[in-house]
């Protein structure tokens, strides 16, 4: 019979078993490291794209708040031809206040309901 390649020490094929199993635990370890990081950038990425996106709409907020404030001042400007300035602002203040309790009041009907949905 002819044993070419065939090694029959049991010791060798333990090492050679261990060696095999050290090598799977070092690539699966590596292959999780490797996702780890993956999900790390994917993360990293949504995160600018959401920071922009924040970032954009602060700016038109603050934006649209001064054009807000310019057409108070100019209702209150455009009253004072028909009565005193004192109360043409209290007139356009009250008005905003109304204005604002109202959409608060909506809002909170509209959150409330939402939430004893869940």
């Known amino acids: 019979m002819n044993n070419k390649g065939v090694n ?70 455009g009253l004072t031809s028909y009565m005193a300035p004192v109360i043409a602002a209290l007139v356009t203040g009250a008005a905003l206040a109304l204005i604002g309790v109202v959409i608060a009041f909506m809002g909170y009907k509209q959150l409330k309901k939402s939430i004893l949905k869940t």
Request: proline share 1%; with cysteine; hydrophobic share 50%.
């Open 8 to 77: 029959k020490d049991p010791t060798t094929q333990r090492e050679s078993f261990i060696e095999l199993l050290g090598q799977l635990a070092n690539n699966s370890a590596a292959v999780v490291h490797d996702e780890i990081e993956l999900v790390i950038q994917g993360t990293r990425e949504k995160v600018r794209a959401v920071r922009s996106g924040v970032l954009t709409v602060a700016t038109g907020a603050v934006i649209g708040f001064a054009a807000f404030m310019s057409l108070c001042a100019s209702l209150i400007i």
